[in-house]
Structures are given as structure tokens and as C-alpha cells.
């Protein structure tokens, strides 16, 4: 009897031992301390998680350092501020107010976003690491659209970043041997850090550090072209994705991170770096109001500041880099928008002259002018028209080319829906259109129409980057089947309007046969609008 009451309670005990969880989901420990998240229908969030210290005084300009640990459990259930940049909190052009970084924005912003499962089993999942785009010199992990919980439910981590930017980002400074400001590339350097930091503490959400995508878009793509040509990255990520991003131009040399930071000297009538770190961080912005600074990178018209070639982080120029068989050889995922050529103006003011001409430096001679255009334009109309095609197949031809140079399972895009909502007839799948259906995060822009059609794409887009997420191939369940690049016959997976390969036309051929003489890869069609000595 006795050993009988005895296999009773053993057995109760057991049954409460499984229906209690085994941790609190809303709480995490961190190297740095313990976190308190919230947790929204089966997904736990993290926000505002801090990966580096704050790099304000004399950590501005400097290397990334460990953040300062906490007592007690820090609240993480908002988001961090977004780095320095100035705010078009209702949006601009096609990028409507979900596209945009919120306020507040402030030097402290070196912070990282977790979205995680709620329930999960023993085998730690795999992990995407979010890059946002923005030029380098804007974008946040706040913005709306960058939402990781739908893509968590479906049983991944989900990290997105933030790293300094513009002129707090990529200046230099001429500073002594052993100032830590001597550098530049600092917006890199926090990219690398919270890849760090990943590997380190992924695990307290469940999140394996050997399975980590590393993702971006636009300029968060070009962060992950330097990854994946980096010495720096060894061992931080398994796989990547780069969406709507090619380094197209010569990057600027070391040399010109310190020409900007002489010019910010020299505008702040300051004379050393020691002095301009002493500056609130807003008096800095300031100093860019009088124009473009000194060692800009000019992309077709647009000053940029952005990265350099350090020798470290960027040992050398991109092209060069791959020429030399430096990318690594783990799964990629790469593709482009239809309408990438909104960030150009000439996308949407063109002549029957320029565009034909335009055509003729693409294709280098009449006949194959001809191939491009489709028909002779008659009027300005159809000379936008055939401009939009060029720039389209310019595009595609661009991925097509960078692709077929990669030696491990690679999977290309061309995503051809237009987002419904303001504008939608001019900008069709413009810049960065692909993004509310990758996260599954329509809910964040409560103002388009979305349509079950919308619902759709987006359940499928999520789905396939998941499976990438989780195997390196997206293909899996009942999503229509996207077949692995091939060099001997090359092409992409329309994303968006179908689902299918995509069915381009001899145009994208020529090209590509021609990318290596000229005019260089282009999404955006900067390169196919330069004259013909303006890529050297």
C-alpha cells in the first residue's frame, strides 16, 4: 500500500514537474544582466537591449566597448532610441510614415531587438540578424515594418540592429597611436559587435550561434556583401541575405574618412578631435548644413557617407576582393525590387534622345540598342517607359552577374508587386516594397488597402525566408518551388505577382554578357545613366 501511495505522488509530482515551464518566458539573462521582455500572442520580445556602451564622449569616434552591466531586471519591452540622422517621421516619396525611423533618436543607440518563440523545445533554433538600410546616414530597428514576430512564430530568433551612422559612423580622425578614435568605419565596427554579442548570449533566448543569417536590406545588403568578404566576420554567421543592395562604385579610401573629419574641424573651428567629442551630438549634426563634407562618396549625384576601404574590416575594394576569390562560400540569398529606380530621378523624367542613347552606351551598338528598347520611343511618355524597362533589366541583369560568381547554393529574386496604397501606380515595387512581406508585417501600415492577394504574398515570402533561415534553402511545404542559381542556366524567381521563374527576355543576356566591360552592376540604375569614362 505504501509503495503504491508512493507511485501516486511520484506521479503527481511529475505531472505538475511538465505543466510548469521550465523558465519564466518574459525573462532573460544576458552577460550584462537579466532582461524582462513581454510576451504577444506565443512570441516573447526583447526591445532596447544594449550590446555596446553608449559611444558618447570620448567613446564617440571610437571602437565599440561592452556595455556597462545592471542591477535587477532591466525592462526591455521598448525600443531603444535610433542613432543620430535627422527624422521624416511622416515619410517621403513612396516610403509612407511605417518605412521611416520614429523618434527619439540619440548617440546612445547602439541596441539590438530580440523576437523569440515563446514555447520552444531542447535543439536551440536558428537565428536571423536584421541589418536596416537607409543610406548608411539613416533607419533604425524601430522602424515598423522590421516587426519579428511573425517570422518568430514560425519558429525562428529573430535580432534586428542599430549601429551608428553618417558622420558618427564613417568619419576619421589623424589621432595619435594610441587614441582609440583613430580609426573610422565605426557603423561597421557596431555591426560587427552585435554579431559578437549574438554568438555570446543568443542563447538565452533560445537561438543557436551556429545558425545565424546574417540579412540586410539596401544598405544593410552592402553591409552584408563587405560581410561576406570580410576577415573580421570569421565564424559570426552561417548564411546571408541581401536584399536590394550591390556595391556599385569604388568605395573611398581610409584617407577620406580624414578628410571628413578635417572638415568638421574645420567648420567647428575646433582643433582636435578631443574638442569635437566635447560637442552635443546635435551641434555636430549642424556642422553638415553647410553642404556635403569633404572625402562624400558621390553615387550618381548623391553624397553619401559611408564606408571606406580600412584595410581591416574592408581589406580592399569589393571588386577587387571577389576577384580574388575572397567571398565566402556559405548560402546566399540575393534579389531586387522592379521598380529599384525610384531612388533615381531620371526613373520618372527622361527623353526619346537620352533614353535611346542611354541604350546604345548599355549595349554598345544600334542593333542591340534596339534589343533593349523594345521599340524606338516616339514621345517623352514612352521614353519613361522604355527608361523603367532598362533600368529593370539593368537590374536584374546586375544580380544575375554578382550571382553567378558565388560557390555555394544561391537563391535570386525579382520581386514585381506593387504595394498598394499612396502612389501605387508611379512607384510600382519600389525600393524596399519586398520588406512588409518578408516580416509578414502588414499590420504595420494600417493605411494600404491590403487585400487577401497581399495576405498571401506575404505568408509566402516569410515562409521562404524562414526555410532559408532554417536550412539554407528556401524551398519546403507548399510554397511553389524556387530552383537553385545556376551558372549554366541563370536566372531569377519572380516574387510578388507570381511565383514562378521569372521570365525575362534576351535583353537581360546582353548585359550581362557586357557587365564586364561596362557599364558595372547597377540595381538602381546609377551606372546605366552615367556617361561612358563616369565608372572609372
Not at 503504491?4 to 505543466?19: I, Q
Not at 535587477?72 to 510614415?97: E, K, L, N, V
Not at 531587438?113 to 533607419?139: C, D, Q, T, Y
Not at 555636430?284 to 562624400?296: C, E, F, I, N, S
Request: hydrophobic share 45%; aromatic share 8%; glycine share 12%.
Amino acid at each position: 500500500m505504501k509503495s503504491a501511495r508512493t507511485a501516486v505522488r511520484l506521479t503527481l509530482l511529475a505531472c505538475a514537474w511538465l505543466l510548469a515551464p521550465a523558465v519564466d518566458a518574459q525573462e532573460a539573462r544576458v552577460e550584462s544582466g537579466a532582461l524582462h521582455g513581454a510576451v504577444d500572442d506565443g512570441v516573447v520580445r526583447f526591445l532596447g537591449i544594449p550590446y555596446a556602451a553608449p559611444p558618447v564622449g570620448e567613446r564617440r569616434w571610437a571602437p565599440p566597448e561592452a556595455p556597462p552591466a545592471w542591477q535587477g531586471s532591466r525592462d526591455a519591452t521598448t525600443h531603444g532610441a535610433a542613432c543620430m540622422q535627422p527624422i521624416t517621421p511622416d515619410g517621403f516619396g513612396p516610403w509612407t510614415s511605417e518605412y521611416v525611423t520614429p523618434a527619439p533618436v540619440s548617440e546612445d543607440c547602439l541596441t539590438l531587438n530580440v523576437w523569440a518563440p515563446e514555447k520552444r523545445g531542447a535543439r536551440p533554433l536558428p537565428v536571423m540578424l536584421w541589418i536596416h538600410g537607409g543610406a548608411f546616414m539613416s533607419g533604425s530597428n524601430s522602424v515598423p515594418i522590421y516587426d519579428g514576430a511573425a517570422l518568430a512564430r514560425q519558429g525562428i530568433v529573430v535580432v534586428s540592429i542599430n549601429y551608428r551612422l553618417g558622420v558618427f559612423g564613417f568619419a576619421g580622425f589623424h589621432a595619435g597611436a594610441g587614441d582609440p578614435g583613430s580609426g573610422t568605419n565605426f557603423g561597421l565596427q557596431d555591426i560587427l559587435a552585435a554579431l559578437r554579442w549574438t554568438q555570446r548570449n543568443i542563447g538565452a533566448f533560445g537561438g543557436d550561434p551556429g545558425q545565424v543569417t546574417v540579412a540586410g536590406q539596401s544598405a544593410g545588403a552592402m553591409a552584408v556583401h563587405m560581410l561576406l568578404l570580410s576577415p573580421q566576420a570569421d565564424g559570426l554567421f552561417a548564411r546571408a541575405i541581401a536584399q536590394s543592395g550591390i556595391i556599385e562604385t569604388p568605395l573611398p579610401q581610409r584617407d577620406d574618412a580624414y578628410r571628413r573629419g578635417d572638415d568638421l574641424l574645420a567648420r567647428a573651428k575646433l582643433a582636435d578631435v578631443g574638442a569635437l567629442r566635447q560637442l552635443p551630438a546635435e551641434q555636430v549634426m549642424a556642422l553638415l548644413d553647410a553642404g556635403p563634407l569633404a572625402g562624400t562618396a558621390d553615387v550618381g549625384g548623391m553624397p553619401l557617407l559611408g564606408p571606406v576601404v580600412d584595410g581591416t574590416i574592408v581589406p580592399g575594394q569589393i571588386a577587387a576582393l571577389e576577384a580574388e576569390g575572397r567571398r565566402r562560400a556559405v548560402p546566399v540569398m540575393v534579389g531586387l525590387t522592379a521598380d529599384e529606380g525610384v531612388l533615381n530621378p531620371d526613373y520618372f523624367r527622361t527623353t526619346a534622345a537620352e533614353v535611346t542613347a542611354r541604350a546604345a552606351r548599355m549595349a554598345g551598338d544600334t542593333a542591340s540598342a534596339a534589343q533593349l528598347l523594345g521599340t524606338t520611343p516616339a514621345d517623352d511618355g514612352a521614353a519613361i517607359a522604355a527608361n523603367r524597362r532598362l533600368t529593370r533589366l539593368y537590374g536584374q541583369a546586375s544580380v544575375i552577374d554578382w550571382a553567378a560568381d558565388h560557390h555555394a547554393p544561391l537563391f535570386a529574386y525579382y520581386f514585381t508587386h506593387p504595394e498598394p496604397g499612396p502612389g501605387s501606380a508611379m512607384f510600382g515595387a519600389f525600393h524596399s516594397a519586398e520588406i512588409p512581406y518578408v516580416f509578414d508585417s502588414l499590420h504595420a501600415s494600417p493605411g494600404r488597402p491590403f487585400t487577401d492577394v497581399d495576405r498571401e504574398i506575404a505568408r509566402r515570402m516569410s515562409g521562404y525566408w524562414v526555410n532559408f533561415v532554417k536550412r539554407g534553402d528556401p524551398n519546403g511545404g507548399d510554397l511553389p518551388h524556387w530552383p537553385r542559381f545556376a551558372t549554366a542556366a541563370p536566372g531569377l524567381m519572380e516574387l510578388g505577382d507570381h511565383f514562378a521563374r521569372y521570365k525575362g527576355d534576351r535583353g537581360v543576356d546582353l548585359l550581362v554578357d557586357r557587365m564586364p566591360q561596362y557599364p558595372g552592376r547597377s540595381i538602381f540604375g546609377i551606372g546605366s545613366f552615367a556617361a561612358p569614362d563616369a565608372k572609372k
